[in-house]
């Protein structure tokens, strides 16, 4: 195959932006970004994170709850067409590219195209909410399993279905559940997962904003009925229990012993 | 309860490192290790990293396979014991603190000597493998579930077995698990996984040495019987598979297709 010059050296560099705060961008992101002659960005990626990119081009191609979105097609088609006349082409990700990030269609339209395409790892939104609310998802004896979930992206065709995964795994974090918060809480208790079992919703992962409410698996309705439509994470499991019985114990004035910024008992 | 002058002032900070590449470590690290007094580091971590943190203390109680490491008690008491005599103090874990690092352990032995910690998420390997060999964990209609275990740490008591977690979800990282790749297969054979399920085995994840072996479940043993001993991620799952044949159609001289530095058919 016979490619012309200007593909030879041109790269689409899939980023993933981290969790929100612009500082758990890696040093690779922000270097690429820098080098970056044309930026397609996220709506959810924090403004400091694109500035990064001074000499670029840069085009918001975010989907963002309830506002207007840009079709995968056509976002798919843009970064072929930015290849054409440019030669650092940087996709950015909230999070980590890889989980969640729609960036299969992306690397197989570049790939069909006969576009270089590398992908460089982010810090993703689960990974920031257990280090704000300082529990480890993975613990001796109690966790040695993980599962990232969504219960929201529409697949019918999926091998497993998302409960049964949080149920096995020791300890869960549900992607884009918060606005399903009953229906998350009616499959997970009707697969047999304990009502008592220790519940933690983040809002605005790693952001001055950020918001974590505590309850139990029974109560995650009430927590989902106070959700604030900002991003949020719902971590789930035993692990979590040694903090919320300390919560629990706390006079309701007193300052949180968390990271995370607003903490509210349910 | 009355504080000492300098525990008001003096944090711990629990830090990940990434998954092996410097570059891959997030700004907010790269400034807490420039501006710390003293850091413990794992001996996984990159000589690069640690470097950063020029002026400290530097000191490694790392754990690696084959080599002498510091029990974890005597961590926490070194970090407790460092929290009396200096201000910023950094705790340098490989990839992310809350993924398999032992992190509570250190948690909780600060808290309970009242010493004020944060958590600095990194990017886990699960996530750089992904990257490197170009294949979203995730995908429409394939896996809207991720999970990470580890079949090795010996916790007999956790709640549920690592295999269940690997064969409900939709993809699976494994860590810690190529020394023991044909008992890591045979249990999960045994709860019914497909013997042609795809299986990727990354070793030295986002090192220029890194390699990946491709094949199977139920050649994973073949993949176990050929690992170097390195750090490796074992990822299983359907969103394997294009890969897998793109790589089982390459003629053996062919130049690798994807990212990864070497690439081994099995």
């Known amino acids: 195959m016979i490619r012309s010059p200007h ?50 081009v840069r085009i918001p191609v975010g989907k963002r709850h309830g506002r207007p979105s840009t079709p995968q097609a056509a976002i798919n088609r843009a970064l072929i067409r930015a290849a054409s006349r440019h030669r650092t082409i940087v996709r950015l990700k909230g999070g980590d590219p890889m989980i969640f990030g729609r960036a299969q269609e992306e690397i ?58 949080v149920v096995a795994a020791d300890t869960a974090a549900i992607y884009m559940g918060a606005g399903e918060a009953e229906r998350v809480a009616a499959a997970l ?6 009502p008592a079992t220790p519940v933690v919703m ?34 789930i499991g035993q692990v979590l229990q040694e903090t919320l019985d300390e919560f629990r114990r706390l006079p309701a004035a007193a300052p949180a012993p968390l990271q995370a910024g607003r903490l509210v008992p349910v």
Chains 1, 2 share one sequence.
Do not use: K
């Open 7 to 56: 593909r030879m050296t041109t790269t689409v560099y899939l980023v993933g932006a981290g969790p929100g705060a612009p500082d758990l961008l890696t040093l690779r992101a922000a270097r690429l970004l820098e080098a970056a002659d044309i930026v397609f960005y996220d709506a959810l990626v924090h403004p400091e994170t694109v500035a990064l990119a001074s000499r670029a």
């Open 108 to 165: 197989d339209a570049l790939h069909a195209a006969g576009i270089r395409c590398e992908v460089v790892p982010g810090v993703t939104a689960a990974l920031a909410a257990g280090a704000e609310i300082g529990v480890s998802l993975t613990r001796r004896a109690v966790s040695r399993s993980v599962t990232f979930v969504t219960p929201s992206v529409g697949d019918r065709e999926a091998r497993t279905d998302w409960a049964s995964a």
């Open 189 to 194: 208790l009707a697969r047999g997962m304990a």
């Open 202 to 235: 983040v809002e605005n992962v790693s952001h001055p904003d950020r918001a974590a409410q505590w309850g139990t698996l029974a109560g995650l309705p009430r927590l989902g009925a106070r959700w604030s439509h900002a991003p949020a994470i719902i971590l």
